[in-house]
């Protein structure tokens, strides 16, 4: 029995090589069914007959290769464009599947003791990219596209998705930058999720396209507040991706897809041309980069052509996509509003009118997918617990310490460098605690004499809370977290994120 359309419903039928494009406004969501033929988004394939619910505002678009028909119910603005890049991606999707063969059967050979020397010319590196671009011009879409073909190959990749774009977060929440291997194409609901869940976002630990990120926090959504902490990071996420996949041939030769912040093509303010090349530098260096892509931007293409090109990395310029939407400062606001929101409360998708409300527990046939999966209630309950100043360190990177002036010797003046952890007493006025978002960080090592100044630095996050009352009086703050589990002892970083329910 072929199930009634709803109501609100359209049809489209896309040419091969064509996209449909939409564009969500607030409050609104659109449902997708794929009726006849192939389509993806952003690389990911949609199944034949599943709904797919997209919300919070999502910009993305359907591309056929071979031409299909959709249905979709209530869009908010959407057409059908016959002229995308994608002939130009897949293209290099080819060049880069056949660097990873090549990477792989040198890797294997080399581990079995079988040592042939690479052909003149031949590389056997796997490809290690990174994405360079302006603002809005689809830098992220494209690592997503890559990574997502890369997954969906059939040859059991891994490929990494690299993040050290702070403001979007990756996967986690922004403020912070990561590495994740991707073992299955990321699906498309909602800008809050851009490029998937992590297993430590709470909503998302239920569904199983969760994601294993390794992130640092650097408490900032703009290169320009810290960038020499930044480039710290990225060598620490350079290193330990490395010892991730050293083991791994078949990680090792999935490669790596850097996506990067539209500040790396363009700085603003003195100083930031400097700091802008030495971010770029510290990627190219810690990821091992071998392929540059700079996406319509010619005067950047130039420049890495000279810088890097001479070095021997391959510089591709690549075309922007005409889909490509514009994203303004108010609406990047309103995203992370959603990023946290959705950590902590997580959300609750209500699909256009006319489909039922998810339900609590998947249901056996659920109709439609929200990201790829069975939709259910996320809506959660988030933790507040009332803790002591001394149950839980905090510190902050390279700022002033909150000790007065008077507190210090006569004659010091103070001087904090950029990178030095000071730990944030919040019995202090004005500690900067209330409603700040804080990273929980992995357990410092147990043996003391490993213990270093800056290892603070050094170690990964492994959730976040926000501190959303501070008693002075009686000592005591409280502390809102996804989970239940105890706080004391643990380890934190504030950066500059606030939030308030
Ligand atoms: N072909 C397309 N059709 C419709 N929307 C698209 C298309 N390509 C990208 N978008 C949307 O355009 C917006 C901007 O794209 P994207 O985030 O990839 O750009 P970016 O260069 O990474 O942005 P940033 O300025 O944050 O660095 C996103 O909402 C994305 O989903």
Redesign the pocket.
């Known amino acids: 029995m072929t199930e009634a359309p709803a109501a609100n419903t359209r049809e489209w039928v896309l040419n091969p090589e064509s996209?449909y494009?939409?564009?969500l406004e607030q409050r609104t969501s659109l449902a997708i069914k794929l009726i006849q033929g192939h389509a993806e988004i952003f690389g990911a394939e949609l199944v034949d007959g599943k709904t797919y619910i997209f919300y919070g505002e999502?910009?993305?678009?359907v591309f056929t290769w071979q031409g299909c028909t959709i249905q979709i119910c209530q869009p908010s603005t959407d057409y059908i464009s016959e002229e995308?890049p994608m002939a130009a991606y897949a293209n290099l999707h080819i060049a880069f599947e056949q660097m990873r063969i090549r990477s792989l059967v040198q890797i294997k050979n080399y581990d079995n003791g079988r040592i042939t020397p690479p052909q003149q010319g031949e590389s056997t590196e796997p490809p290690r990219v990174l994405i360079l671009?302006p603002?809005?011009?689809?830098?992220?879409?494209?690592a997503k596209i890559l990574v997502n073909y890369a997954a969906r190959a059939g040859q059991e990749w891994t490929p990494m998705l690299i993040n050290v774009?702070p403001?979007?977060g990756g996967c986690m929440l922004p403020g912070t930058i990561s590495a994740t291997p991707i073992p299955a194409p990321i699906q498309t609901s909602t800008?809050a999720h851009?490029l998937g869940n992590s297993a430590t976002t709470a909503p998302a630990h239920m569904a199983s396209n969760s994601l294993l990120p390794l992130a640092y926090w650097y408490g900032h959504t703009e290169t320009k507040r810290n960038p020499l902490l930044l480039e710290r990071l990225i060598r620490n996420l350079g290193e330990n991706v490395w010892d991730r996949v050293a083991d791994d041939p078949q990680a090792r030769a999935s490669g790596t897809v850097v996506?990067t912040?539209?500040s790396f093509a363009a700085g603003s303010g003195s100083g930031a041309e400097h700091h802008r090349q030495s971010l770029i530098k510290a990627c190219v260096d810690a990821f091992r980069i071998n392929v540059i892509l700079v996406?319509g931007h010619e005067k950047l293409h130039v420049e890495m052509q000279r810088t890097y090109g001479a070095r021997g990395l391959t510089i591709v310029k690549i075309p922007k996509?005409g889909?490509?939407?514009e994203?303004d400062a108010l609406f990047r606001a309103r995203v992370l509003r959603a990023q946290l929101h959705a950590y902590f409360y997580g959300e609750r998708v209500e699909p256009p009118r006319g489909l039922p409300a998810p339900l609590a527990t998947a249901p056996p046939a659920a109709g439609y997918l929200v990201a790829g999966e069975q939709p259910t209630d996320f809506t959660l309950a988030p933790a507040s617990q009332v803790v002591a100043f001394g149950d839980l360190q905090i510190w902050r990177i390279g700022e002033e310490t909150m000790a007065p002036q008077s507190a210090l010797p006569i004659g010091a003046t103070r001087v904090v460098s950029e990178m030095q952890p000071l730990p944030v007493d919040p019995a202090q006025a004005g500690s900067g605690l209330y409603n700040a978002v804080l990273a929980l960080l992995a357990p410092p090592n147990p043996d003391e004499s490993e213990r270093y100044d800056e290892e603070i630095l050094d170690l990964h996050v492994v959730g976040f809370v926000v501190i959303t009352s501070i008693d002075l009086p009686n000592k005591k703050m409280t502390v809102l977290a996804p989970t239940q589990g105890s706080l004391v002892g643990r380890t934190a970083i504030v950066g500059a994120l606030e939030w308030q329910e």
């Open positions: 996209e494009r939409f564009e999502c910009k993305a678009a995308t671009g603002e809005n011009s689809g830098k992220t879409s494209i774009s403001s979007e800008p851009t996506d912040p539209s996406v996509s889909g490509v939407v994203l």
